[in-house]
């Protein structure tokens, strides 16, 4: 990890090994199965919490909208705090921490009934993974360049492999999520409590005190390093349209399955299908990539693909298709979304250790999510609204496709 502004990011190496968890060290194997009961937790209310704050808390769409951004904000925006605090004191405290707030943030949402009540606990979901995810994230691609420098290969496989249990944990969140809900929206965040219970033990007697060679900076001066770094600004910039595209999963796309199903029911399983694509294609994808596309042209190509995801829908929405044909441009832009994600995530995050400063790994990984999260924060509101004005039912779409599109012309030059 050097000067982003002289380094580009370098060829995989020729002598390879299978990125499988079992030829990987014991704490990147700790750290992949954390990522998958993260998200078995969170994706079990996720993606009802939409539903649930239009239909029971009654709040109106923008609102709606506002609320969502602001969760992914406290969350993806703050995650340059949890980097810092990574970078300074290391990654056990930092975790242990946000498992104590994840699990008090998702109590306090069962039982939120006023607005003010729904905001404080979403913020507080948010913060808890602002704490713990840049900190797992940014030691993940530590680990993965060390993997790669002992000749492991192309650190991305390793990256794509934390995605694939992050993925796994958000196919079993929904289903589990949706049973819960046959009881209530209360059960469901308890349940979610529950799991992050499990965790904080689980890591405060599994993970280390300290790990060997992992440098501590002082604390300042970070921000500046970041600010004046214009390469992975860009990349920021790049990453933030393709998680304002993502979000679109919570926003708009439950909007449109209540419009050609006359309910949320299928949403649950158009969640599964996106997870199990990741599951069964993320490892295959990113290795054809890796052999074929240099960063700049993956993440280049992934962006294409869910600006044609959102052009499905946006196309086939003035013919007012409902039932199960309603729902085909639904599950086509499900799937272009997720090809997407899979050229964009795993290289977005190989591409950060490459453009950090020696000792500030946390603090970029981090500042990768605040920036996006920024960028969600403004777009989720404006989407909301943008499905609320009564515009012809193409435009929201089509505006919405747009916008990777623009996020092509910013990524940073060339370079593996």
Known sequence: MTSASTREPAPPPT???????????????????????????????????????????????????FVLGLRTFSQQGLFVVGG???????????????????????????????????????????????LFSPAVESEVARQAVVWEESGGGDRTRVLALFTVAGQAGAFVGPLLGALLLAVDFRTACLAGAGVFVLVLAGHARLLPQRIPGRPQVRAGGGVRLVLRNRRFLALCCAYGAYLLAYNQLYLALPAEVERAAGSQAPLAWLFALSSLLVVTAQLPVTRWAGERLARRRSMLAGLVLIAIGFAVVGLARPAGWTGTGGLVPAAGFVVLLTLGQMLVAPVARAWVPDLAEEGRLGLYTGALSSVSGLIVLAGSSATGLLLDTGLPVAVPWLVLAAVPLMAVGVLPGRGR
């Open 15 to 65: 002598t390879r090994r299978t990125a499988r968890l079992a030829t990987l060290s014991p704490l990147l194997r700790l750290l992949i199965l954390t990522q998958l009961a993260f998200n078995i937790g969170f994706f079990a209310v996720l993606p009802f919490l939409a539903e649930h704050l239009g239909r029971t808390v009654g709040m109106a769409g923008w609102l709606v909208g």
């Open 84 to 130: 810092a605090l990574a970078d300074r004191y290391g990654i056990r405290p930092v975790v242990l921490s946000g498992c104590v707030l994840r699990v008090a943030g998702f109590a306090w949402l069962g039982f939120a009934e006023r607005t003010w009540a729904v905001v404080g606990a979403v913020l507080l979901i948010g913060f808890a993974a602002a």
